[in-house]
């Protein structure tokens, strides 16, 4: 065994013949020109290529491929900050994940995204977090009028949704338990308990509300196609948070049936309450929240009064 350094990188290295003198065949395609690096187009990443693949306009991947031919054909798509590639829990994911849960939607054919909601300021908010910690892109949201749903009352329903693709989120989502068909068939989800109350606000703010009447929240519900979905969030509320009486209604109409998971008692709703807005900091929907401001104001109080630990 002969030791020597790589001629490419300097790698120190123990070659059995002597006289080879690269760590791997990549350093000796580079020495001898057959690899070079190039910057994707569109992200300007570097990419390695073979000197025989490159084209005139190169991209690190199919989707900035798809992006820059999308503006060409003269879509607005801003690259601001580079695309997060490695996603990793954290409160603002993990709230991601709990609106996907319950107002989006995986599409089939391509790691795309969609979130859908009635509010235009809160899907704005959404939009903010998605653009600043995954996309790294700005991108327009679309406005859709009339839906089958309001016709009969003779009202315009209006509703917003943002379309996004990030193949690195859409695979942390698959591997939370999200799947492209969730609605019906969406059970338990792997959430870090670090991160469930996050999580939670997101399906609340998602497919959630509180009953006011006379200032007091009367109830939270949460609404699911799903009944295993909604049985596991109560189980795990139970077991984590010490919540007492979470239990089950069904409904019907001409859009399908839903369950609910109902907390009406005044420790359950008061701790729910607490735990989701476990810091004025969080990300929310703002409207929501202030249904609930009254409580968040006076909690400490509230808690000593209906002895919630
Ligand atoms: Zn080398
Ligand atoms: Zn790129």
């Known amino acids: 065994m002969a030791e020597t ?18 760590c791997s065949k990549r350093c000796e395609s ?5 690899r070079k690096i190039v910057y994707c187009d569109w992200c300007q990443k570097p990419i390695e290529k073979n000197t025989a ?18 503006v060409r054909n003269g879509a607005y798509i801003e690259q601001f900050q580079h695309e997060t590639e490695h996603i990793d829990w954290t ?13 989006g939607t995986l599409r089939k054919n391509r790691k795309q995204i969609k979130i859908t909601s009635s509010d235009e300021e809160f899907l704005k908010t959404v939009i903010e977090v998605i653009q600043n910690k995954i996309t790294g892109r700005k991108q327009h949201y679309q406005k859709y009028l ?4 309001n016709i009969n009352l003779g009202q315009e329903y209006v509703h917003y949704e943002y379309a996004f693709t990030s ?22 989800l792997n959430v870090p308990q670090k991160y469930f109350l996050d999580f939670l606000r997101g399906v609340i703010d998602g497919d959630g509300n509180f009953n006011v009447i006379k200032n007091e929240v009367t ?13 596991w969030i109560n189980n795990f509320l139970k077991e984590f948070y010490n919540i007492k009486k979470g239990w089950f209604t069904h409904s019907e109409n001409d ?55």
């Open 53 to 70: 693949n490159i084209n005139k306009t190169n991209f690190c991947s199919r989707h900035h491929l798809g992006f820059a031919n999308a």
């Open 219 to 231: 109830r939270i519900r949460i609404y699911g196609g799903s009944k295993l979905f909604l049985e």
């Open 146 to 149: 009339s839906d089958k749903r």
């Open 167 to 188: 193949p690195y989120f859409y695979d942390f989502c698959q591997n939370a338990g999200l799947t492209p068909d969730k609605t019906n068939t969406i059970s338990m």
């Open 91 to 103: 409160e603002d994911i993990a709230y991601l994940v709990g609106l996907i849960a319950t107002d």
């Open 255 to 309: 859009f399908g049936s839903k369950y609910h998971l109902v907390f009406s008692t005044y420790h359950d709703v008061l701790k729910i309450v607490d735990l989701m807005y476990h810091s004025d900091k969080v990300v929310c929907y703002q409207k929501k929240k202030e249904r609930v401001q009254d409580y968040l104001d006076n909690m400490t109080e509230l808690k000593m009064k209906y002895n919630v630990d």
């Open 30 to 34: 580079f020495d001898n020109g057959t």
């Open 5 to 22: 350094t790589c001629k490419w990188c300097g790698k120190f290295m123990k070659v059995k013949k002597s006289g080879y003198v690269y």
